[in-house]
């Protein structure tokens, strides 16, 4: 079955690009360590949705989820990591910006508006640290093991909303929170505009295996569309 779901992963990705790795002072794991660790494994389902868009850009170098405009040290284009560690040698000029802007980011947000009214639901699949990071809503705080977000109410009909948080509970066996710590970012809020979306934040916490963590995160979504019906309502 072809779930009738566009899956985002964008905070996936390992790699610096190659005219910029010399300037980047990160160790591989420091570069790991700002990305979503494990999201690529959990969120494998490109042969089960109707569309899977991820990329192999690392989050320390350019984030997917923030608006081009976005210029501050956590912005688009990172001058630190979420962990408050220095990302460049030297700061990166406008040229290098654009470059990377018209490379990598575009297309990804490209390819997160493609049409096709098959897709009910937009899914911004990401994975979270146990405690938050210095840079961060929620600094030293412990966190769920999961949080699914709307926008607070506005990137999704409430009834698939509660219908999804319900199945994730389900499959999870542990409660999720809704709109916290994380109430759906830029990705989740601007492409709203074209389909419904949300966004969804597992853990990093080791109370599953991420392969044990990807099938049950399948369950739920399976068993959300088989719910979920075109009026924004679930049985």
């Known amino acids: ?120 639901l937009g899914v911004d699949g990401h994975t979270m640290a146990e405690r938050g990071p210095p840079v961060g809503p929620d600094p030293g705080r412990t966190r769920p093991a999961a949080c699914l977000s709307d926008g607070g109410g506005t990137t999704c009909p409430p009834g698939w909303f509660a219908a999804l948080a319900e199945e994730l509970e389900r499959a999870l066996e542990r409660p999720v929170a809704r709109n916290d710590p994380f109430s759906g970012g830029w990705i989740t809020r601007s492409h709203a505009a074209e389909r419904p979306w949300v966004q969804l934040e597992l853990s990093r916490a080791p109370y599953l295996p991420e392969e044990e963590k990807r099938a049950r995160v399948l369950d739920a979504l399976t068993a959300w569309c088989r719910r979920a019906r075109p009026d924004g309502t679930a049985s």
């Not at 964008?10 to 610096?16: D, E, F, I, K, S």
């Not at 109707?50 to 405009?69: G, I, Y």
């Not at 976005?70 to 990172?78: A, E, F, I, P, S």
């Open 1 to 120: 079955m072809t779930l009738p779901l566009l899956l985002s992963v964008p905070h996936g990705g390992l790699a610096v690009p190659a005219e910029l790795a010399a300037r980047c002072l990160l160790t591989p794991e420091q570069v790991a360590a700002d990305g979503d660790v494990g999201a690529a494994a959990i969120y494998a389902l490109g042969d089960r949705v109707a569309h899977h868009v991820a990329t192999d850009v690392a989050r320390a170098v350019l984030d997917m989820n923030r608006p081009e405009s976005d210029r501050r040290r956590d912005g688009v284009v990172k001058t630190h990591t979420c962990w408050d560690e220095p990302v460049w040698s030297a700061p990166l000029d406008e040229a290098d910006v654009e470059r990377l802007l018209a490379a990598h980011h575009r297309p990804y947000h490209a390819r997160l508006a493609v049409r096709d009214d098959a897709v009910l």
